[in-house]
């Protein structure tokens, strides 16, 4: 496994991954998946910023790369400038990749990225029943900062977003 930044042509299977839990989870609260135009349009702007990483595993030769088994990204967490020193993260493992390490092996470069980049503090917005996540940014440092109790809703059901925090400076 090689995590590396995100290039052009990993659009795809990075917004594969995405309309993959858009349909089957919690992680993203939409139920609309991404179109190819604006996959593209996202992961352009996380291309222009530096901000995304990719988990590759091996591939056969140089000619035949290996599979995108998942990607991390940091973006601003709020649009308005007072918050431009602070960033969300998310982090994405390939369906039939969780358990094997890959979320921590790209966590850990994107939090460093973000550090280099000059950002101060890094959120994680997370579904308080993602027990994974909620574990995986324990083990980086976030701290528990509050949930929000019905903030969201998807597959009929209300959720609740837990936040975390982690300082970069």
């Not at 997370?126 to 998807?154: C, M, P, W, Y």
């Not at 597959?155 to 400076?169: H, I, Q, S």
């Amino acid at each position: 496994m090689t995590v590396r930044p995100a290039r052009p042509g990993d659009e795809e299977a990075v917004r594969a991954i995405r309309n993959h839990a858009i349909e089957h989870s919690t992680a993203l609260w939409t139920e609309t998946p991404q179109s190819p135009a604006e996959g593209a349009a996202w992961f352009a702007a996380h291309l222009e910023r530096g901000s995304a990483l990719v988990a590759e595993a091996a591939g056969t030769t140089a000619e035949a790369p290996g599979e995108v088994a998942g990607f991390a990204v940091y973006g601003p967490w709020r649009a308005l400038d007072g918050y431009r020193h602070t960033v969300e993260d998310s982090v994405y493992v390939r369906e039939g990749r969780h358990g094997l390490g890959i979320g921590s092996a790209l966590l850990g470069p994107l939090i460093a990225s973000a550090r280099e980049a000059g950002h101060h503090v890094m959120i994680a917005g997370i579904e308080a029943r993602n027990a994974a996540s909620i574990r995986l940014h324990d083990r980086f440092g976030f701290e528990h900062v509050g949930t929000v109790r019905e903030a969201g809703t998807k597959f009929g059901r209300w959720l609740d977003l837990t936040l975390m925090r982690l300082p970069l400076a």
